[in-house]
């Protein structure tokens, strides 16, 4: 069951890629993208992520897997510094034009690459979100990095390296899915040393989501 949920997930997600709009609103705000950048417009996790940011005022943020940037831009109201960090070229294309169309270039900047490694020098964050890929299989283009982590190997490098850049007290805010094994999500955060909550918890027709709070003592 767990198989054939995700093959029909993937399905959809393929489908609505190729033929879906260009234009995306999502809480009031429009996003530009194109068929190689996720598409949140039928998928509940762009806004429910959104909806449910913690961000305090004047925050330092970073926000892996920006895609066409709705969080790093969602923060930037009341961050005072954004880094979006996607390593889909495409992506990066896309959500540096929502920031511009969003005049919020003084506030987020966006940069290509994979996980923390466009970082040139060593960041400290008050939070860092992820909406990571979840589905089981290998990225074989760019827009395939916004849905496959094999055996959860990116899930494993981000904890591995995510507390090394958060100030004393900063935390992950973490989207995950039902069908993709949370509890094993957070095995692997935990060996690491992440403690967790739950700071919200939507149950659509096909699946649930969790919206995660991460930390860990230093």
């Known amino acids: 069951m767990f198989s054939i949920r995700q093959s029909i997930s993937i399905w959809l997600i393929k489908l609505i890629q190729q033929f879906g709009p260009r234009n995306v609103n999502v809480l009031g705000r429009t996003y530009e993208i194109s068929k190689d950048v996720f598409n949140p417009k039928y998928y509940f996790t762009s806004q429910f992520m959104a909806k ?35 390593i889909n070229p495409e992506a990066v294309k896309y959500a540096e034009k929502n920031v511009k169309a969003n005049k919020l270039e003084h506030t987020v900047s966006v940069l290509e690459g994979d996980l923390f490694s466009p970082l040139k020098q060593k960041s400290f964050f008050d939070t860092i979100l992820l909406t990571p890929p ?12 916004a849905l496959y982590d094999r055996n959860k190997q990116l899930i494993r490098r981000f904890f591995r390296e995510a507390g ?26 935990a060996e690491f040393g992440w403690k967790h909550d ?18 860990i003592n230093s």
């Not at 913690?54 to 954004?82: N, Y």
């Not at 649930?208 to 991460?214: A, P």
């Open 198 to 215: 739950v700071i919200a918890h939507e149950k659509t027709f096909s699946e649930s989501f969790y919206i995660y709070k991460l930390w």
């Open 134 to 145: 979840y589905m089981e299989g290998e990225p074989q283009t760019g827009f395939e990095h």
């Open 52 to 86: 449910n940011m913690i961000i305090p005022m004047g925050a330092v943020v970073l926000d892996i897997g920006t895609g066409s940037g709705i969080q790093a831009i969602t923060a930037g109201l009341t961050a005072s510094k954004v880094i979006a960090i996607d």
């Open 164 to 189: 090394n850049y958060l100030k004393p007290g900063g935390y992950v805010q973490m989207l995950y899915s039902s069908i993709a094994g949370p509890d094993h999500a957070l095995d692997i955060s």
